[in-house]
């Protein structure tokens, strides 16, 4: 929503809004011209010409309702994306994990071209756009001049379905998003008419079994027309190899059809930024992007926000906050992190809904099983109603059984205990990864404060 705030600002209009809470995010778009409200309120219709909303706001919302008394038009956040999309020719990013990464890489590959490209992130981007333009303070949007508009296509309620895109990604399908959909079949069919819908080239990685399943299921038919596979598989038509990982950056080399279309570096560690990158490489082309454009774009790619970002370092811990919530995103997010060779990985995961945790908790457990330590919190709700039995403890119960021996702690209760059992349990050259979508991410600002506490002395190997 911020992001669309963000476009209306530069498209001219008179833009207002409100949060339940004040942010950073609130600030930045006062600043560029927003009349920004802490808590809801009817009064703050006065003038309103139209109202846009997105799926977590509540029917019952007092903005909302006095809208509804008011006749004001009401516009869904999809309503709004689809109209600016159809401003511009569109590439619409999207898949179960990584394509915010993806669609701030394709961002940037599409900036390196000169056009002055429009882009939606659902992130705050940590590198700048050009001075003067929307976007020179962080920020996930930008209206420029060019033809293209890059946008994040969000499949969590289906409204993804709705975007007039020409060319569209598919970055992976995996079990989420099940309390809209109701069953697997039913989210992987949305992807599926994601694809066929798209009157363009179709970007579908190959390694991600099911994207690679979508793509089987439509190579030789009219619905497959289109279609450019990417990733390590020897069928992929971008074929990624000789991949290397020197702590925090990656390099690899990325065959095409036509030839070799040589070696790229990134700035950020891990496989699905290597697979992402691939991703955004081959939208980019398809836009008009050249190879050695999306080389350089990508050499100073500087990162989204809550993407394993470095939030500091205090007496030899590193700090790195991710917004990964799903199994595939902290699977990767943990490899990623043991990859690039900073020491012990420390996994603080916040379960983000009950309904998500009552789905995949044992799949989410698997997934931090991979780090060296693995402490688990309470679940963030985000709006839902508490479920009777699900807890935070079924991931950390899970982790256990994935990895017998793995030393896991569930630390429920207020934030202060769990700052506490850290202090106790991190020792220097400690990699702490805090992990979830919800208020997780103040952790690392709450462990770099100053404090009297200490975290422990480097201990020998084993040591308890």
């Not at 020719?89 to 701030?104: D, F, L, N, Y």
């Not at 036509?258 to 990134?266: E, R, V």
Request: hydrophobic fraction near 40%; charge should be negative.
């Amino acid at each position: 929503m911020s992001a669309l705030a963000g476009i209306l600002l530069a498209l001219g209009h008179h833009v207002s809004g409100s949060d339940q809470s004040s942010s950073g995010t609130l600030a930045r778009l006062e600043a560029e011209g927003a009349v920004v409200h802490v808590g809801h309120d009817a009064a703050h219709l006065a003038g309103a010409d139209a109202v846009t909303f997105s799926t977590a706001v509540k029917e019952a919302n007092p903005e909302l309702v006095e809208a509804r008394r008011a006749g004001v038009p009401i516009y869904t956040r999809a309503e709004l994306m689809q109209a600016v999309c159809r401003l511009k020719r569109t590439i619409a990013v999207s898949g179960t994990h990584g394509k915010t990464t993806t669609t701030a890489m394709l961002a940037a590959v599409m900036e390196a071209t000169g056009g002055g490209p429009s882009y939606v992130v659902g992130g705050d981007l940590a590198r700048p756009a050009s001075s003067g333009e929307l976007g020179a303070r962080e920020g996930g949007a930008r209206w420029g001049t060019g033809p293209w508009l890059v946008v994040e296509a969000d499949e969590s309620d289906g409204t993804f379905l709705e975007l007039p895109a020409e060319i569209v990604v598919v970055t992976s399908v995996a079990p989420d998003h099940l309390d809209y959909y109701g069953t697997e079949p039913r989210l992987r069919a949305a992807f599926s008419r994601f694809l066929t819908q798209a009157p363009g080239t179709k970007v579908v990685c190959a390694d991600d079994p099911g994207a690679a399943s979508l793509v089987r299921e439509l190579a030789g038919s009219r619905d497959g027309d289109g279609l450019l596979t990417y990733g390590t598989a020897p069928w992929a038509d971008l074929r990624v190899t000789g991949v290397r990982f020197e702590g925090t950056s990656a390099g690899f080399y990325l065959g095409a059809p036509g030839g070799s279309l040589g070696h790229f570096q990134l700035p950020v560690p891990g496989m699905h930024n290597v697979l992402d990158a691939a991703a955004a490489i081959g939208a980019g082309m398809a836009a008009g992007a050249t190879a050695d454009q999306a080389r350089w774009a990508l050499a100073t790619y500087r990162g989204v926000r809550r993407r394993f970002e470095l939030r500091g370092h205090r007496q030899g811990v590193t700090f790195v906050d991710d917004y990964a919530h799903n199994p595939g995103k902290v699977q990767a997010l943990v490899e990623a992190a043991r990859g690039a060779g900073l020491g012990r990985v420390v996994a603080v995961f916040q379960p983000h809904r009950y309904s998500r945790t009552q789905a995949l908790w044992r799949e989410l457990g698997e997934a931090l099983a991979g780090a060296d330590e693995v402490v688990v919190t309470d679940i963030y709700g985000a709006g839902e109603v508490p479920l009777d039995g699900v807890s935070g403890e079924m991931v950390a119960e899970a982790a256990r059984r994935a990895r017998p021996g793995l030393r896991v702690a569930y630390v429920p209760g207020e934030r202060s205990d769990l700052v506490r059992a850290l202090r106790r349990l991190l020792r220097p050259g400690d990699l702490c990864l805090s992990v979830g979508a919800g208020d997780i991410t103040t952790l690392a600002d709450e462990m770099l404060a100053p404090s009297e506490a200490s975290l422990p002395a480097d201990q020998e190997e084993g040591a308890p």
